[in-house]
């Protein structure tokens, strides 16, 4: 069966700055307790598949490596989403991007790092905003067929915002109809207008209220998506790539309701927005 089993972020290692801010990344996603290399995230409800997973790699930015049987191979400047195979083909071989663009100001992730110490709840999703200007509207829409052989995706009403949601088995081949845990960490793919680079997005639930996330992450790095601000408060972080992607992370407030949102568990996406099948990608 042609089933996505892992999205994997792969992040350059040559330097010691590089190291050592992805030994920083490690701790706000997945604590002290992160292996020095590796940090692996199952997803829930257990037994589901994709799992989302960060480590260390050769290349010359970040990638996104797919454990796929399709052939995915997706470049935006210097950044590769690409199947497994395809991407250790190429290895260190990829060229560097040659634009220069110039990014938004970023936070150090040392100040990510102390401000989350102890906050994370879970890794609500992850995802990658692939510039409108970077690849034509037909190769987005043969990707969208591609996952959606392969995974659960689903569509965020009226938005170019697919979601790819962990599935069991019988969910892949059927629907996903339970909605009474978290399902994490879903993925996000963004045809979007706005960003120049390409952008790397972790969206976590934290214990952070809004009142402490504005003031701990006032512009220019952290803002409100209007709309949107009353959920999360975003901030970009700066990394040794900053030509070549943009990073940003948005921090889910904490809520005085214990109940799982329709958010949370899936719910909404599933019956507001329906499932992407391979057939109809090009309807999104």
Known sequence: MNRLKQIEFVFPAATE????????FRSVMAGSAASPNEAVFLPKPEGALPTTAF??????????????????????????????RTLEARGSA????????????????????????G?????????FNVPTSSIAREAWDRLLRTLASAANLYRYPGEDWPF??????????GEI???????????????????????????????LTREEAEAALPGPHGFGIPGLDGIFRSAFVDSPWRDAVAIRFDLYYARS??????????????REGGRIRAADATEV
């Not at 979007?192 to 972790?202: N, R, V």
Request: no cysteine.
């Open 257 to 270: 309701d214990a109940a799982l949102t329709d958010w949370e568990t899936g719910e909404w996406l599933v």
């Open 94 to 117: 990829m060229p560097a991007s040659s634009a220069s663009i110039s990014t938004p100001a970023g936070l150090p992730i040392e100040a990510l790092q102390r401000l989350l110490s």
């Open 164 to 173: 790819l949601f962990p599935s069991t088995s019988d969910e892949f081949a």
């Open 119 to 127: 906050r994370v709840v879970a890794v609500d999703h992850t995802g």
């Open 17 to 24: 700055e590089e190291r050592r801010w992805n030994r920083t």
């Open 177 to 207: 109809a339970s909605f009474d845990a978290y399902r994490t960490a879903k993925f996000e793919l963004v045809y979007d207008g706005w960003t120049k680079l390409p952008l790397l997005q972790f969206a976590l639930s934290t214990t």
């Open 55 to 84: 480590r260390e790699g050769g290349y010359v930015a970040p990638a996104i490596a797919l454990d796929v049987e399709a052939t995915i191979d997706l470049r935006v400047g210097a950044v590769a989403l690409a199947d497994r």
